[in-house]
C-alpha cells in the first residue's frame, strides 16, 4: 500500500453520526471500529467509534473517531493529519522529521491494535498521527 495524508477528525461521541453524514455528502465506503471490536467490550464507551475511514469514488479520504474517556475535546482544534502506509522506513522518517523540535502525545510503538503509532505536533503547532501497519501482500 503506498502512504497516504489526510485529514484525521476528532469527535465528541457523534462519530458515527458525522460520518455517515459524510457518506451520504461524498458518497463512497465507509468502515466503522469500535473501542469494544478493539479489545474494550465491557468499557462505558465501547460502543464509540475508535476509528473510521471513509474512501469516496472522487479519491477523498476521510478518517476519524470519537475523543477516547482522558483526552480532551476542543471545537476549531479537533483535526490531525494523518500519515499511514505500510512503508516502515518511509514513514519513521517522516515521524522523526515531524517530531523533532515538537511535543510527541503518544510515542511512535506498536499499538494494541497490531501497528506502530504515534502522536505528535510538530513545531509549527500541526498535529500528526503515523500509522505504520503490516505490509500488504
Not at 462519530?15 to 471490536?37: D, H, I, M, P, S
Not at 464509540?48 to 480532551?72: K, V, Y
Not at 510538530?122 to 498535529?127: Q, S, T
Amino acid at each position: 500500500m503506498a502512504s497516504r495524508l489526510n485529514p484525521y477528525l476528532s469527535f465528541d461521541g457523534d462519530a458515527r453520526q458525522a460520518l455517515e453524514f459524510y457518506k451520504e455528502v461524498f458518497g463512497g465506503t465507509l468502515a466503522l471500529n469500535t473501542f469494544g471490536e478493539a479489545g474494550q467490550p465491557d468499557a462505558p464507551f465501547a460502543d464509540q467509534i475508535m476509528h473510521a475511514l471513509l474512501e469516496t469514488p472522487s479519491g477523498f479520504t476521510l478518517m476519524g473517531s470519537d475523543t477516547p474517556p482522558g483526552m480532551e475535546h476542543t471545537p476549531g482544534s479537533n483535526f490531525s493529519v494523518s500519515l499511514s502506509g505500510d512503508d516502515d522506513a518511509e514513514l519513521r522518517g517522516y515521524w522523526e522529521k515531524l517530531s523533532e523540535g515538537g511535543t510527541v502525545a503518544v510515542p511512535l510503538e506498536k499499538q494494541m491494535w497490531g501497528d506502530v503509532f504515534g502522536m505528535c505536533t510538530d513545531r509549527f503547532g500541526i498535529p500528526w498521527m503515523v500509522n505504520i501497519g503490516a505490509p500488504q501482500n
